[in-house]
């Protein structure tokens, strides 16, 4: 496991952007697979984004239809998240997640999240 900070939640109108940051700990970041999850009150907790290491290949979750964007800067340990075009639906708590190892099947460090709630 490393250890992962989120930053750069808050509160927007509908409509807005907003970028998140996620700096990690690990000495060989640039091997991690990366990604961002959100919770909301009362729902489970949902896959948003993914990255591998090279930045070569991403994933999303389907609902997010192109506003969300992953991107990762290897020399400085980070994994950012550009949101735009943010609805209400988009209110939720934020978490980035790293997958150490090839061999594991799910994330294995999580941080511990950052607030962004989007208002009318």
């Known amino acids: 496991q490393v250890q992962l900070v989120e930053s750069g939640g808050g509160l927007v109108q509908a409509g807005g952007s907003l970028t998140l940051s996620c700096v990690a700990s690990?000495?060989?970041?640039?091997?991690?697979?990366m990604g961002w999850f959100r919770q909301a009150p009362g729902k489970e907790r949902e896959f948003v984004a993914g990255?591998?290491?090279?930045?070569?290949?991403?994933s999303y979750s389907d609902s997010l239809k192109g506003r969300f964007t992953i991107s990762r800067d290897n020399a400085k340990n980070m994994v950012y998240l550009q949101m735009n075009s943010l609805k209400p639906d988009d209110t939720a708590r934020y978490y980035c997640?790293?997958?150490?190892?090839?061999?594991?099947?799910?994330?294995?460090?999580w941080g511990h999240g950052t607030q962004v709630t989007v208002s009318l």
């Open positions: 990255i591998n290491g090279a930045s070569d290949s991403t």
């Open positions: 997640a790293a997958k150490t190892s090839g061999g594991l099947t799910t994330y294995d460090s």
């Open positions: 690990g000495r060989t970041f640039g091997t991690y697979i």
